[in-house]
């Protein structure tokens, strides 16, 4: 949830900027709870060191809104020396990405969010520049799988069934 929509519940307007928001929160994630592309970070019990933590169980909004202030404020103390190896390299464009949203780095409670697509993409096509100039091999995301039978083609499978017998079969298993 952005910001805003913690702190001024009653006169909050939902914008696009509030979406670029939890777009940067999704992405702060992905790099801080996982090693690499589908690689989820092994939990390390009472981990006190990544203040994110405290986002996913806080759960009186204001508190939220200011554990998500003081995390992002201060950047280069509560997030970068939590992110996995992996994601140092992209961190000049996670910061660019929490500058993209506030105005000023600091007291984000106190301005508005002042994102844009525009903002996001210019940073993002940086970011797959950057990667493209590398020689790094790309490490692939998900491995590729033959494509499912279409339903269609399961319920000509059973097509000599009766149909009540089909249809409860169907919605059983699948098939």
Same mark, same amino acid.
């Not at 060191?49 to 806080?58: A, D, G, Q």
């Not at 996670?94 to 508005?112: D, F, Y």
């Given at each position: =949830?952005?910001?805003?929509?913690? %702190?001024?519940?009653?006169?909050?307007?939902?914008?696009?900027?509030?979406?670029?928001?939890?777009?940067?929160?999704?992405?702060?994630?992905?790099?801080?709870? %996982?090693?690499?592309?589908?690689?989820?970070?092994?939990?390390?019990?009472?981990?006190?060191?990544?203040? =994110?933590?405290?986002?996913? +169980?806080? /759960?009186?909004?204001?508190?939220?809104?200011?554990?998500?202030?003081? %995390?992002?404020?201060?950047?280069? /103390? #509560?997030?970068? @020396?939590?992110? @996995?190896?992996?994601?140092?390299?992209? %961190?000049?464009?996670?910061?660019?990405?929490?500058?993209?949203?506030?105005?000023?780095?600091?007291?984000?409670?106190?301005? !508005?969010?002042?994102?844009t697509h525009n903002k996001f993409i210019k940073i993002l096509d940086d970011a797959i520049c950057y990667y493209e100039s590398t020689d790094?091999?790309?490490?692939?995301?998900?491995? =590729?799988?033959? !494509?499912?039978?279409?339903?269609?083609?399961?319920? +000509?499978? +059973?097509?000599?069934? !009766?149909?009540?017998? /089909?249809? #409860?079969?169907?919605? /059983?298993?699948?098939?």
């Amino acid at each position: =949830m952005s910001i805003a929509s913690l %702190t001024k519940s009653h006169n909050f307007v939902h914008s696009e900027a509030d979406d670029l928001e939890s777009v940067l929160y999704t992405v702060l994630s992905i790099c801080t709870y %996982t090693n690499g592309p589908g690689i989820l970070r092994c939990p390390v019990p009472q981990e006190q060191s990544i203040l =994110m933590n405290k986002w996913f +169980h806080e /759960r009186s909004p204001n508190s939220l809104a200011i554990w998500k202030d003081s %995390t992002l404020s201060y950047f280069s /103390r #509560h997030v970068e @020396p939590c992110l @996995p190896k992996y994601w140092k390299d992209f %961190t000049p464009y996670l910061k660019q990405l929490i500058g993209a949203c506030w105005a000023s780095p600091k007291t984000l409670l106190e301005q !508005p969010n002042i994102a844009t697509h525009n903002k996001f993409i210019k940073i993002l096509d940086d970011a797959i520049c950057y990667y493209e100039s590398t020689d790094e091999q790309a490490i692939p995301y998900g491995c =590729m799988l033959a !494509p499912a039978k279409s339903l269609l083609a399961k319920r +000509h499978h +059973h097509e000599d069934e !009766p149909e009540q017998q /089909r249809d #409860h079969k169907l919605a /059983r298993t699948g098939d």
